[in-house]
């Protein structure tokens, strides 16, 4: 089969997990699919973020004349040219990793898309009404026209049915790939540029959206200061409003524990998980939450909520909150998770070659 993968929603190093997803799954299809042939639709501005796939014999790139930092004429061009392109292309079978599926389609070729989550259903505030409006119909859209529909956890899987019964019997569920790699960085490195030191931090990723809860690890750092303890509290991520959460750090008197990164990069990130203390995952909303996993695989301690799909994932392997909002509840699971060995999960069933395999069938049976 030849499977075009449309890659011109990227905009490198702002799509967050979803970006980490599908550059995971394209390392997996060069690695592990010998049979098929890819063919990467990327746009002007995104191309040579994808460079590094051209040494996969089974895989070729193909720029098209639109530009993923312009949203609105990306889409448009989407719904415009691309089943077209696919067409002249011979594409058996076109993968579109997240939900914008064109609303022009006549080729006849299967589209598998994957909607991850529905969090604009969930928390509306973060979008605007137009933007609602938009997800809206393009999932309903993706789950009628799609040959198939992927989501990546049961959790994900139940909601979109309930929201959209159309997709019921031509959805699956397959977990994301989570690639685990040593960072080259030392650990000194740390030290020099944020001042910490070898497993005295405790570490997160996340974004600073309000389901991110972050606002509960402040007061949770607020406490344990009260109490003596001087750790500090490490967070990546992009995304939110950082005005806000300098404005609570200070509040709660901790700005000396706090430490935003903000962007890092992959080998900075995975240093960050390899040395800390604890890693630590307040989000009450997640489609997938692959920082958990990421830092168990590690060998990492984990404390986190057990909201939305985020027991099913980790598996009942983590330290669980059972009140996400409730500081008091956190230090002491924090504690408890002091007091216990380093243990390493695999989570065999989130690596490359199972997830490759996963999707293969999917689409094999289009």
Not at 10 to 27: A, D, W
Not at 141 to 166: F, K, M, N, Q
Not at 290 to 300: F, T
Request: charged content about 25%.
């Amino acid at each position: 089969m030849k499977i075009g993968i449309d890659l011109l929603w990227v905009r490198p190093g702002i799509c967050g997990g979803t970006e980490s997803y599908i550059r995971n799954l394209m390392e997996g299809f060069g690695q592990y699919d010998k049979a098929n042939t890819y063919v990467l639709l990327v746009s002007g501005d995104n191309g040579d973020s994808f460079g590094s796939y051209d040494r996969y014999a089974n895989m070729e790139r193909l720029a098209l004349p639109v530009e993923s930092a312009s949203q609105p004429k990306r889409i448009l061009w989407e719904n415009l040219h691309l089943d077209r392109v696919a067409r002249r292309l011979g594409i058996d079978v076109m993968f579109i990793p997240v939900y914008s599926m064109p609303l022009t389609y006549g080729s006849g070729i299967p589209y598998v898309s994957v909607i991850h989550d529905l969090q604009a259903l969930h928390y509306p505030a973060y979008f605007s009404a137009g933007r609602r409006m938009f997800l809206k119909y393009m999932w309903r859209h993706a789950c009628r026209a799609s040959a198939h529909v992927v989501t990546i956890s049961e959790y994900c899987r139940r909601d979109l049915e309930s929201h959209y019964p159309a997709v019921a019997g031509k959805c699956s569920v397959v977990y994301n790939p989570v690639e685990t790699k040593v960072s080259d960085m030392p650990v000194e490195a740390l030290t020099e540029k944020y001042g910490i030191r070898d497993g005295n931090y405790f570490y997160c990723v996340s974004s600073m959206l309000p389901h991110k809860n972050l606002g509960t690890l402040l007061e949770v750092m607020a406490l344990r200061k009260r109490k003596g303890e001087e750790r500090p509290l490490v967070i990546s991520g992009v995304g939110g409003d950082k005005t806000a959460f300098r404005q609570a750090a200070a509040k709660w008197g901790i700005e000396d524990l706090v430490i935003d990164t903000g962007f890092v990069s992959d080998e900075e990130r995975d240093c960050l998980y390899e040395n800390c203390r604890l890693f630590l995952f307040p989000s009450v909303f997640e489609g997938f939450g692959m920082p958990p996993i990421e830092a168990m695989r590690r060998g990492k301690r984990v404390v986190m909520t057990k909201e939305s799909c985020l027991e099913e994932v980790t598996q009942g392997k983590a330290v669980y909150v059972e009140r996400p909002y409730d500081a008091e509840e956190w230090a002491e699971k924090i504690d408890a998770a002091l007091a216990l060995p380093d243990g390493r999960e695999a989570f065999a069933e989130y690596g490359l070659r199972h997830v490759v395999g996963e999707y293969l069938r999917v689409f094999g049976g289009c």
